[in-house]
């Protein structure tokens, strides 16, 4: 009943930057944490921000200071801003939703994933 809707994704140089969006629709009342994951070949998918309801943050040690998560309310949407990139950021990145629909059941949907890929 949530559709999120993933761009952006692509080949870069080591240090240059890429800007990920992630679009929701569908059936929602509200939508309360947004974040992005990402799973690099051979390995488990992790965390790689997060952004509440109320614009808390939280990133994971290793894109502090360098990867930026923010979001528009208004138009569903989320976006990564992701700077001084680094070949092991290569990975599949994934968009996450959570939050409530107009039927007030909760939602828990993801995207379908994105590659970004970064070459030394």
């Known amino acids: 009943q949530v559709q999120l809707v993933e761009s952006g994704g692509g080949l870069v140089q080591a240090g240059g930057s890429l800007r990920l969006s992630c679009a929701a629709s569908?059936?929602?009342?509200?939508?309360?944490?947004m974040a992005w994951y990402r799973q690099a070949p051979g390995k488990q998918r992790e965390l790689v921000a997060l952004?509440?309801?109320?614009?808390?943050?939280n990133y994971a040690d290793s894109v502090k200071g360098r990867f930026t998560i923010s979001r528009d309310n208004a138009k569903n949407t989320v976006y990564l801003q992701m700077n001084s990139l680094k070949p092991e950021d290569t990975a599949v990145y994934y968009c996450?939703?959570?939050?409530?629909?107009?039927?007030?059941?909760?939602?828990?949907?993801w995207g379908q994933g994105t590659q970004v890929t970064v070459s030394s």
């Open positions: 996450n939703a959570q939050g409530v629909l107009t039927t007030l059941r909760g939602f828990d949907s």
């Open positions: 569908g059936i929602i009342y509200s939508m309360n944490r």
């Open positions: 952004v509440t309801s109320s614009i808390s943050t």
